[in-house]
């Protein structure tokens, strides 16, 4: 007996309000805030989300947190392949009944990965080209920068979020909102807000706006002798302390005040300037800049 409300053949095979109300009865499940579930009810709107995200036919689209399918259903319409990544036990045993009984034709494209997304390092069948989804807010951030680290072939994203952090992702520098998230995602990819979604397209409707953040991968990768790890180290210490000058914000990172000052100047970077007026670029530079100046305390120290 399926474990998912089945379609007349006539109707859409897309979920609405009634069908997840309908499919959570079934399994007895209750969202939670813990994981930041909140699924969504509307069809017009997954469309939406996936017309936006530029789904392809030969697309290959990795999806975090599918919950009861719906978003997953209307990318099985468009992609070639699709791959769900799931931590809920219940919703996990649940979805590929789910898109069997309601898409059977795209069935054998679709597959789930029993996983939590932040230790996911590898997933079935060819490498994703696109990740789309409604990421819980909770863990939005860190879920997204870690599947761009490791999935290097996701070319396209689109996932929506909470507005706020919608707003700090798309950031420019000088911003109020421009922070880590700003500088780390811009470090894989171009980053621009791709619209907003109202609150009652959810249920249970949240308390918060949501919004829609494009990110395409950079064409070429940042041109750097810095490992990721060095300028991400610095853009942590930059923020660390937002009122402090570069300078003094980066004197724990640098070694010394004078250390950070010296790494800040060869970087082309005013030590009085704070963290949220510099570029990805710019932060690149300091890093490069620490790497050499230790590098040639190394040398020196060796002769």
């Given amino acids: 007996m399926s474990t998912s409300p089945v379609?007349?053949?006539?109707?859409?095979?897309?979920?609405?309000?009634?069908?997840?109300?309908?499919?959570?009865?079934?399994?007895?499940?209750?969202?939670?805030?813990?994981?930041?579930?909140?699924?969504?009810?509307?069809a017009n709107t997954v469309r939406r989300i996936v017309r936006t995200a530029?789904?392809?036919?030969?697309?290959?689209?990795?999806?975090?947190?599918?919950?009861?399918g719906s978003l997953t259903l209307a990318l099985l319409e468009a992609a070639d392949r699709v791959v769900a990544v799931e931590i809920d036990d219940v919703l996990a045993g649940a979805l590929p009944a789910t898109v069997a009984a309601r898409m059977p034709a795209r069935a054998d494209r679709f597959a789930l990965v029993h996983s939590d997304a932040m230790r996911v390092t590898e997933l079935p069948g060819p490498p994703p080209t696109a990740l789309v989804a409604n990421l819980p807010y909770n863990v939005?951030?860190?879920?997204?920068?870690?599947?761009?680290?490791?999935?290097?072939?996701?070319?396209?994203?689109?996932?929506?979020?909470?507005?706020?952090?919608?707003d700090r992702l798309a950031a420019p520098p000088g911003s109020k909102v421009y922070g880590v998230p700003s500088v780390k995602a811009n470090w894989y990819a171009e980053v621009k807000r791709a619209g907003s979604i109202g609150r009652n397209v959810f249920w249970p409707a949240p308390n918060v706006d949501s919004g829609l953040v494009s990110l395409v991968r950079r064409a070429e990768p940042l041109k750097t002798t810095a490992a990721r790890s060095d300028v991400f180290a610095v853009v942590d210490a930059a923020f660390a302390q937002r009122r402090k000058t570069l300078r003094a914000a980066l004197a724990g990172w640098a070694g010394s005040a004078a250390a950070a000052e010296s790494a800040l100047v060869?970087?082309?970077?005013?030590?009085?300037?704070?963290?949220?007026s510099l570029s990805v670029e710019e932060f690149v530079r300091i890093a490069e800049n620490k790497v050499q100046q230790h590098a040639g305390d190394e040398e020196s120290g060796q002769l």
């Fill in 54 to 68: 530029g789904v392809r036919p030969d697309d290959v689209v990795v999806e975090v947190g599918p919950g009861l």
């Fill in 140 to 166: 939005a951030v860190p879920v997204l920068l870690h599947m761009l680290e490791t999935f290097p072939s996701i070319e396209r994203t689109l996932v929506m979020v909470q507005a706020e952090v919608a």
């Fill in 7 to 42: 379609p007349d053949a006539s109707s859409d095979a897309l979920f609405g309000a009634a069908d997840i109300r309908e499919l959570a009865d079934v399994l007895g499940v209750r969202p939670t805030k813990q994981r930041g579930q909140n699924f969504v009810i509307d």
């Fill in 266 to 276: 060869a970087a082309g970077v005013s030590p009085q300037a704070r963290g949220e």
